[in-house]
């Protein structure tokens, strides 16, 4: 029998340690097993507190030198998991290898389907988003916001999860198969696509320049640059009128561009048509390569052309 | 280029290498990775530059399964020291070297690509190494291998790096200088609209019959342009969370008829 004395008990320092590790679990990622050699390092410090005999160390280092892959942050709660059943099985229990072997293969697979549209499709390009569009403008606050913002988003992801999963143990696989994942990654799936669509009108750029037609703007349409007051007055005149009629009054002429045209429907109309091409491009397995670099070569022909 | 900034420049590369595979700290990722090469070489502002245009670029790529996506650690820290070097050389226009590195640095993340495949193609040995460790309970040999082949990886980038950094500053200057500007106003162009690919590649993961109408909302409101990507997130978020709530009463409430909540019965109706 074990007394409670007895129970060998994975501290919070041994738990830290474990997480540490964690985030290098991707290190070693080769074609055969995958993530497996980072796991098996993040394991370490457990093995050497829970097992103490050579024999019960290379068994468990073996154990878990097996095949594992998973987003690396959602991998998080399937450690905490695996870590509360080292330590039962340590403490005599009798967990089977193919217990915990089979804990692992079966998280891994559907937290992998809420990880990449999580960090990878939503996190990642909405932060990264957010901070090119302040490093546009030369702003260096764009650069740090978004390194210190995911490293703390992603820290305290990897930590708390691996608590959750320890704490509850195997509990969290019942959890699997009910509605929390998949809510979480449908909830992802609808803010990712919302702001994708607004990236897509903010930042694809598109101006066709060949114009379409010229129009003598009517008296009163258009600043009437010689009969302006001289001096301040007259900028003051003319930024006033400029306020209220708009861009088309620097000029008696008004020039509608193809642009102009396409925007007056929606904003950025070219330029979510070019991102439905590109997608049905992909889904028929043309290499993203490919597309990149023939739209160098149509800016550069349709800039030669005059279309552009 | 001085030895100082040389160190200081393989060194961010070789931070990037390392997180190319980790995925991690996000070193690698274009806006970290050029800012600081920039800050390193003394064209900080240039770099935040670049690296923002990239970064707009590379939104999509990301490591799915065993899929490698273009490497931006490669892409970002090669077209950042290619940049560096033309503005050395006295490029007059920031610009041109800016918009010149971007195109560059497109058919490097296919090279990197490459490379990273290499790597863990030499892993595969690296991990037997860690089988036969494990045999005699060796621990100190398994944290070994892991780091090594955690080096490697920094190594991928920091010696097409340090080779980069190499390349006289005026070979670059008179490369891109003997550029036509057609050529490089049409790559301009070119690079304005590759960021469609990266988007391309989000939505073809994301994308249901359900969750289109939220792309087209997205698209139309961003037309506004007094909402900060900030305020966009807000709306997706609490769309998100809308949606879904109505789902989970959708699926509870088929006959909540008399509720006791007159309004809702109303608009129950109208559904």
């Not at chain 1, 993040?42 to 095949?67: C, D, G, N, T, V």
């Not at chain 1, 509608?256 to 429907?265: R, V």
Request: net charge negative; charged share 10%.
């Amino acid at each position: 029998m074990i007394t409670v004395a007895d129970k060998i008990e994975l501290t919070k320092s041994d738990r830290m340690a474990v997480a540490w590790r964690h985030q290098f679990l991707q290190g070693s990622w080769n074609y055969e097993r995958m993530q497996n050699g980072g796991w098996c390092y993040a394991m370490i410090p457990a093995i050497k507190k829970l097992y103490s005999s050579q024999e019960e160390q290379a068994a468990a280092l073996k154990r878990h030198l097996e095949f594992y892959n998973t987003q690396p942050y959602v991998s998080a709660p399937v450690l905490g998991v695996t870590l509360a059943l080292e330590e039962d099985r340590a403490n005599g229990a009798p967990v089977e290898d193919a217990a915990i072997q089979g804990v692992k293969v079966g998280m891994m697979g559907p937290l992998a389907g809420v990880g990449d549209p999580v960090f990878w499709f939503t996190a990642r390009p909405i932060l990264g988003a957010l901070g090119a569009s302040l490093a546009l403008s030369g702003n260096i606050a764009g650069p740090i916001l978004f390194f210190v913002a995911w490293n703390i988003i992603r820290m305290a992801f990897l930590w708390y999860t691996q608590e959750f999963g320890y704490k509850v143990g195997t509990q969290i696989t019942n959890d699997l198969g009910g509605g929390m994942l998949g809510k979480i990654t449908e909830g992802a799936s609808i803010l990712g696509m919302f702001i994708i669509g607004a990236l897509v009108e903010r930042w694809v750029s598109i101006s066709f320049v060949p114009v379409v037609s010229q129009v003598q703007q009517a008296d009163g349409a258009f600043i009437d640059w010689s009969a302006l007051p001289a001096g301040a007055d007259g900028i003051k005149e003319a930024l006033t009128q400029f306020n209220s009629i708009g861009a088309t009054a620097l000029d008696p002429i008004k020039v509608t561009t193809l642009q102009d045209n396409l925007d007056a429907l929606i904003p950025g109309l070219a330029a979510v048509g070019l991102t439905l091409l590109c997608c049905s491009l992909l889904k028929k397995k043309v290499s993203p390569i490919i597309i990149i670099l023939a739209l160098f070569v149509v800016g550069v022909v349709g800039h030669v052309i005059g279309l552009m | 280029m001085s030895p100082i900034t040389i160190v200081l420049i393989v060194l961010v590369a070789f931070l990037a290498g390392m997180e190319g595979i980790l995925d991690e700290f996000e070193f690698h990722q274009p806006l970290v990775a050029c800012t600081l090469i920039g800050l390193v070489s003394g064209h900080l502002q240039e770099g935040i530059l670049l690296g923002g245009s990239l970064q707009l670029m590379a939104l999509g790529w990301a490591n799915i399964g065993a899929a490698v996506a273009p490497d931006a650690a490669l892409a970002s820290v090669a077209s950042a020291i290619i940049m560096v070097l033309a503005l050395d050389g006295g490029t007059a226009d920031p610009q041109t070297a800016i918009s010149t590195s971007i195109a560059v640095a497109v058919p490097l993340s296919v090279a990197g690509l490459f490379l990273t495949m290499i790597v863990r193609t030499i892993a595969i040995p690296m991990v037997h190494a860690m089988d036969a460790a494990a045999e005699k309970a060796n621990f100190k040999a398994i944290d070994g291998l892991q780091i090594a082949a955690i080096l490697l990886q920094g190594v991928r980038i920091a010696v097409p790096a340090a080779a980069l950094c190499f390349v006289p500053a005026d070979v670059v200057t008179n490369a891109l200088n003997s550029m036509p500007a057609w050529l490089t106003e049409g790559m301009a162009i070119g690079g304005g609209m590759v960021a469609a690919v990266g988007y391309a590649m989000v939505i073809n993961m994301m994308a249901t019959k359900e969750v289109w109408p939220f792309f087209v909302l997205g698209f139309v409101l961003a037309a506004l342009s007094e909402l900060t990507l900030i305020a966009l997130g807000a709306l997706g978020v609490s769309l998100a969370l809308i949606y879904l709530g109505l789902k989970e009463l959708a699926k509870q409430g088929g006959g909540a008829a008399g509720s006791g909540d007159p309004l809702g019965d109303i608009l129950n109706d109208y559904e």
